[in-house]
Structure formats: structure tokens, C-alpha cells
């Protein structure tokens, strides 16, 4: 078929298996978005009310589908306006394709009209991109970015596309796309012999879980393998849902805000099994106290994640699920008892609590979790909010957290949790909110009402920069500098004003009802918690200090 640059665009779309596009036209991509509209009915389009809100939904819709997301902008600000969200991608690790259109080739670099060099602005962000500049390349580039997004350590890739290549012509023939499967043979069988090596020796072995679990899909041998180490098991932020949060083994988070239990537990035990995480500083908090007793064995798709920023003693490299499945063919079953009665003594002795009479984020978490069963997709935007849904939501699946963690980007959840509906439309999304948060993208309940898409947000209002404040309370002599929003925005009027359901709530019985209510509605409901501005998340690790040191409320 010749078929034009634009026509080629949504061709291999529907290629890769595309159903969903989030984005917003402009001049440079309407050739594009004119391809689009004589495929309405094979590709939906969501426009969002802005660029980075079609990033951030491209994102939720990837992670809650394990697919890839794709978004759409024009040349310029409609480019640039993608960059958080690609930066944000790129941070967790997310397949996403971005689709940008420049000016023509004859006008490049030569600061045209909303020209902006968008490969050159977001190379350090994606983990490859392109400008096609002739149409004959465009199909096998697109190919070529769904390929390099999905495979090994996902990521981002952006494609940038000049005008005129857009409404040039090309041969085009289809392709029939294989399913993505990774690679296991690149494992080294003489890694995994040490690893097995190493596990059965353990006397107090500990099981830390991040997101590479989560986006290789190892749940079901996470389990295996856990059952058959006997050991204790925590995670990070990205990596919750991989193993159940429900189960009897679980300690709850690692780090800065993760469980005493588990920075205890960390700190004591002999090898510390790490699969799929990074060794963020939020979770190791001083890096040379960090697990200071124990081996460290590390499983990871990407060999620059070993000895980056903790030293290992051994690592596995390659997929964690393929890794995961010869480790437990190789491995006995082993026994620790007295290692996991003192983390079962642990759990009794430091388990998590709150204020228990008024309405705090808490507690709202706990409730969504009983109306919800346990069985809801969760977004959350960056905050106390994010941690309390890591605390006290039991994920028992993965995909069922969608939060910023590495770049920790206000504004991303609200977006994200469009993406995830779309993506997985039998599924309840809600998504959790901090006031501050809330008006970053807020202008995205107007595009879930305009689409009728259901999703639930609950902002968990406290009416100052919740964990911007609880640092300067705790470490900053509680000067609060620039971190009050006692004004008079009303948001449960302001969602009415957009097209959704807004309701305002100040105790725990008028949340109850409120979140009934709303898992029954047929479109967008806003729900405004009003909390106290100096409740805080514990426990928590000072900055610089190891997490052996954690602290809560009672220990001040």
C-alpha cells in the first residue's frame, strides 16, 4: 500500500496492538490526528485538558496493563509539555511511546514557529528516541521504538515526526508483531549456581521486592520462592502487589517511611535477597549502615543497578521472573523458625497505628481498602497521601499501585488513574490525593467527565504541603515557609463545575457514605476529606540516618 506518513503512523498502531491513544492536537500533528479520525472506531482517542496529563495517562495505562501507553502531542509547548511525564516513566521504568510532530524538515533549526528540539530536550529521559525525517524509515522506526520500549528494562521512547514526512508518501506492507517474551538465555547458569549457594547458607534471610518483580511479572514465582527460603519478605514503593501484602510473611515497607519491622529486620538478617529494586536513598537511608550484617545478592534485568549505589556481594543478571523459575528448581526447601518468630515478635511489638477517632488519611485508607475488598486499582499522586496508601492498603496483586517513585512527581496520579480505567475498564480505580497535589492537574476531572470515565478521587485535604510541612515541624524549627493553602477553593464545587459528583466530608461516617456512594456512581466523583494539618506519616527515618533509627510519634 503507499500510503502517507500520517497513515503510516496509525497503521503500525494498529500493528502493536493499540487501543487507546491520550493527547491533544496542534497544527504540526493534524495530519496525525485527520489519519486518526478515519480509525475512530479500532483506536480511541482521549484528549486530555493537557499535554503532561496525556503522559501520565499513557503511564497509568501501561502500568496498570502491562502494555505499552501511547500519547500524542504537537510541536513546542505541546512537546515540552510531555517531558515530566516522560521524565517520570523513565524514573519507574514504564513502556511509553511518545508521538510528537515538529515543523517540516526545511524548517528545522531555524527557531520556526513552535520548533523545539524535543529529541535533544528529552534524550537524557527516554531510553531512546528519534526525529524520522524520511517517510521510507517511518514504519520500521516505529517498530523499532514499541520494541526497545517493552524489552529488557522498560522505558520510554519518544518518536518525533517533521510535518511534511507526515503527508509524504511511502510504500507500507503490515507486519504481523510477535508477542513480547523475554529473554532468558542471556542468565548466567554460574550466577544463579552462587545465588542457590549463597540462599542455602542464610540463617536470617530477608526478601526485598521492587518494581522489576512487578514488571516482569515474577508474582507467581516470588511466591515459590519464598515459601521455599521461609523467609520474611518487604518491598518498596514500586514493588508492592508483587508479593501479597495480606500474607503472614509480609513486613510491610523498607525505608525512610517503611515498617520498624522490616528496617529492623533488614538491619539484623545475614542476606538480604534483592529482586528487581534500585536501592533508592529513600530506602537505604545511610547507604554505609544499610544492611550492614548481611550478604547482599542482587537479581536485576540491568547490570548498571549492580554496585551502583550499595555494594553486593553477588548479583543475577537477567529477567526476574526467568531468573526466579531456575532459582527454584535448583533450591531445597529450607526452614528458618527462630529467624521468623523474631520478625513475628517484631510485628506485634511495632504495628501500625493511628489516631483512632477522627477522619485521617489513615483511616481512609483502610476504609477504601474494606469497601474496595482489597480488589481496586490504586493511584496516588506524591506525599503523605502516597504513603499512607503504601502503608495501610494490603495489595495483594501487582499493578494495583500506580504511584510516582522515582521522580515523585506532584500532579501524576489524577492523569494516571484516566490511563488505568481505560486500560482495565472492569476494574475499580480510585485515586488518592493531596490537596497541593489536587491543583496541579486538577483540570482532568473536566476530561473524565467529558468521557464519563468513573474513577474515584479522593483528596485527603489538610490545606498545607503535607509532607513539605511535616519536615519543617520536625527538622526545621516549624518555620513554614511557603507551605500553607488555607484559601478558599472549594474542591468539591470545583468537580461539580467541571461535570463531576463532589462531595465534602469531615468525619469518618460521612466518608463511609461518601465512598459507597461513589463506587456505585456511572461517572467521575470527587470526594474532599478535610484532615488535620499536622498529622504525620510514621514511622519515619531521618535524612542521613540509617533506618535502623526510625522513630514514630511515641518516640518523641
Not at 48 to 73: I, K, L, N, P, W
Not at 272 to 283: E, H, K, P, Q, W
Request: glycine residues 10%; negative net charge; proline residues 4%.
Amino acid at each position: 500500500m503507499y500510503l502517507t506518513g500520517a497513515d503510516i503512523v496509525i497503521e503500525c498502531l494498529k500493528e502493536q496492538g493499540v487501543d487507546t491513544v491520550f493527547g491533544y492536537p496542534g497544527g504540526a500533528i493534524l495530519n496525525v490526528y485527520d489519519a486518526l479520525y478515519q480509525h475512530s472506531d479500532e483506536i480511541e482517542h482521549i484528549l486530555t485538558s493537557h499535554e503532561q496529563g496525556a503522559a501520565h495517562a499513557a503511564d497509568g495505562y501501561a502500568r496498570a496493563t502491562g502494555r505499552v501507553g501511547v500519547c500524542f502531542a504537537t510541536s513546542g509547548p505541546g512537546a515540552t509539555n510531555l517531558v515530566t511525564g516522560i521524565a517520570t516513566a523513565y524514573m519507574d521504568s514504564i513502556p511509553i511511546v511518545a508521538i510528537t510532530c515538529n515543523v517540516g524538515v526545511s524548517l528545522l533549526g531555524k527557531d520556526s514557529f513552535q520548533e523545539v528540539d524535543i529529541t535533544g530536550i528529552t534524550m537524557p529521559i527516554t531510553k531512546h528516541n528519534y526525529i524520522v525525517k524520511d517517510v521510507d524509515t517511518l514504519a520500521d522506526t516505529i517498530r523499532k521504538a514499541f520494541q526497545i520500549a517493552r524489552s529488557g528494562r522498560p522505558g520510554p521512547v519518544l518518536i518525533d515526526i517533521p510535518k511534511d514526512v507526515t503527508a509524504n508518501k511511502a510504500e507500507y506492507t503490515r507486519e504481523e508483531i510477535q508477542p513480547f517474551a523475554p529473554d532468558g538465555g542471556q542468565i548466567s547458569e554460574e550466577e544463579i549456581d552462587r545465588a542457590v549457594a549463597m540462599i542455602e547458607e542464610a540463617k536470617q534471610p530477608f526478601v526485598f521486592v521492587g518494581g522489576g518483580a512487578v514488571l516482569s511479572g515474577a508474582s507467581e514465582e516470588l511466591r515459590e520462592f519464598v515459601e521455599k527460603v521461609d523467609a520474611p519478605v518487604t518491598d518498596s514503593l514500586m514493588g508492592k502487589g508483587a508479593f501479597p501484602g495480606t500474607d503472614e510473611r509480609y513486613t510491610g515497607m523498607l525505608g525512610m517511611h517503611g515498617t520498624k519491622t522490616s528496617n529492623f529486620g533488614v538491619s539484623e538478617c545475614d542476606l538480604l535477597i534483592v529482586l528487581g529494586a534500585r536501592f533508592s536513598d529513600r530506602v537505604t537511608g545511610n547507604t554505609q549502615t544499610f544492611a550492614k550484617n548481611a550478604k547482599i545478592l542482587q537479581f536485576d534485568v540491568d547490570p548498571a543497578e549492580m554496585n551502583k549505589n550499595v555494594l553486593i556481594t553477588a548479583g543475577v543478571t537477567g529477567d526476574i521472573r526467568e531468573a526466579l523459575k531456575r532459582v527454584n528448581k535448583k533450591l531445597s526447601r529450607l526452614s528458618h523458625p527462630e529467624w521468623m518468630e523474631r520478625i513475628q515478635e517484631y510485628k506485634q511489638q511495632y504495628p501500625m497505628k493511628y489516631h483512632p477517632d477522627t477522619l485521617t488519611g489513615p483511616f481512609v485508607i483502610e476504609e477504601i481498602f474494606r469497601q474496595t475488598k482489597g480488589d481496586a486499582v490504586i493511584v496516588t499522586e506524591v506525599g503523605q497521601h502516597q504513603m499512607w496508601a503504601a502503608q495501610y492498603y494490603r495489595y495483594s496483586r501487582p499493578r494495583t499501585f500506580l504511584t510516582s517513585g522515582g521522580l515523585g512527581t506532584m500532579g501524576y496520579g489524577l492523569g494516571a488513574s484516566l490511563g488505568a480505567k481505560m486500560g482495565c475498564p472492569e476494574k475499580t480505580v480510585v485515586n488518592i490525593a493531596g490537596d497541593g497535589c489536587f491543583r496541579m492537574n486538577m483540570n482532568e476531572i473536566a476530561t473524565a467527565a467529558r468521557y464519563q470515565i468513573p474513577v474515584i478521587e479522593v483528596v485527603i485535604n489538610n490545606h498545607v504541603l503535607g509532607m513539605v510541612r511535616q519536615w519543617q515541624n520536625l527538622f526545621y524549627g516549624q518555620r513554614y515557609s511557603a507551605t500553607v493553602l488555607n484559601d478558599g477553593v472549594d474542591f468539591a464545587k470545583l468537580a461539580e463545575a467541571m461535570g463531576a459528583v463532589g462531595i465534602r466530608v469531615t468525619t469518618r461516617e460521612e466518608f463511609q457514605e461518601a465512598f459507597a456512594k461513589a463506587l456505585q456512581s456511572d461517572g467521575p466523583v470527587l470526594i474532599d476529606c478535610q484532615i488535620d494539618c499536622d498529622d504525620k506519616v510514621w514511622p519515619m527515618v531521618a535524612p542521613g540516618a540509617a533506618i535502623s533509627e526510625a522513630f514514630d510519634e511515641e518516640d518523641l
